[in-house]
Structure formats: structure tokens, C-alpha cells
């Protein structure tokens, strides 16, 4: 795997906001099939985003490591694949008014989930 092909992932920006937070989160759902182990690390997540808060996120240090062991989740080998040009590829993406996200993936050999190829994202500005 070449190590500029997470930089999507390496570089994702810390949350300022509860919904930014969320956003997070869900596509932290949307991969826990290639993260078994993640549930106990990504919890405090969970439980600062929960409960309809509003506003910006005042983040603790349990806080900051669980989003750091996060990415690191998302950027390990147990999801992220080499291309495969012998596999069909799928293009998954998500925006909203703050910006665009994007993953290139191959659906596993399985049919169970897919694998990510790339990801990429981009910021919209005033």
C-alpha cells in the first residue's frame, strides 16, 4: 500500500463541531465490519456525540486518543487494500454544505463488505 493513498485518512481534521463529530462517526459504523476490535476504542466517541448536543465539542484527552487510534483503525491494513484491476471497483461517496468525502473500494471476494482502495475529501469555502 503506498502511504500518500491514506493521506485521506491520515489527515482527516479533528471535529470542531457535535455534527461534524456525528458525520465521523458514521462512517466509523460504516466500516466497523473490517474493525472488529474497534468498538472499546471508539466508544468515548460515541458517548461525547450522543444525547442531541449542539455546538462545538469540548474534547478530552480520552477523547483526542480514541480519535487518533481511530484513524489509525482506518489507515491499517485490515482495511485498507491494494488496487486490484482483475476486481470490479466501486466508487462510494458522501457531501454535505461543509465539503465532500469520497472511497474507492472493491467489494471483498465474499460479497460482505468492501475494501478500500483510496480515499479523498475535499473542504468547501465560503
Given at each position: 500500500?503506498?502511504?500518500?493513498h491514506?493521506?485521506?485518512?491520515?489527515?482527516?481534521?479533528?471535529?470542531?463541531?457535535?455534527?461534524?463529530?456525528?458525520?465521523?462517526?458514521?462512517?466509523?459504523t460504516?466500516?466497523?465490519?473490517?474493525?472488529?476490535?474497534?468498538?472499546?476504542?471508539?466508544?468515548?466517541?460515541?458517548?461525547?456525540?450522543?444525547?442531541?448536543?449542539?455546538?462545538?465539542v469540548?474534547?478530552?484527552?480520552?477523547?483526542?486518543?480514541?480519535?487518533?487510534?481511530?484513524?489509525?483503525?482506518l489507515?491499517s491494513?485490515?482495511?485498507?487494500?491494494?488496487?486490484?484491476?482483475?476486481?470490479?471497483?466501486?466508487?462510494?461517496?458522501?457531501?454535505?454544505?461543509?465539503?465532500?468525502?469520497?472511497v474507492?473500494?472493491?467489494?471483498?471476494?465474499?460479497?460482505?463488505?468492501f475494501?478500500?482502495?483510496?480515499t479523498?475529501?475535499?473542504?468547501?469555502?465560503?
Amino acid at each position: 500500500m503506498k502511504p500518500e493513498h491514506l493521506d485521506g485518512i491520515k489527515n482527516y481534521g479533528v471535529p470542531t463541531t457535535y455534527r461534524q463529530l456525528r458525520a465521523f462517526n458514521g462512517m466509523l459504523t460504516a466500516l466497523t465490519k473490517h474493525l472488529p476490535s474497534a468498538a472499546s476504542t471508539i466508544r468515548v466517541l460515541y458517548e461525547a456525540a450522543g444525547g442531541g448536543k449542539q455546538g462545538h465539542v469540548e474534547w478530552t484527552d480520552e477523547m483526542r486518543a480514541a480519535f487518533e487510534a481511530a484513524l489509525a483503525l482506518l489507515s491499517s491494513s485490515e482495511v485498507v487494500v491494494p488496487f486490484d484491476e482483475s476486481r470490479p471497483i466501486l466508487l462510494l461517496t458522501d457531501c454535505s454544505l461543509e465539503g465532500g468525502a469520497g472511497v474507492f473500494a472493491h467489494l471483498a471476494h465474499d460479497e460482505s463488505h468492501f475494501e478500500i482502495i483510496d480515499t479523498f475529501s475535499h473542504a468547501n469555502s465560503g
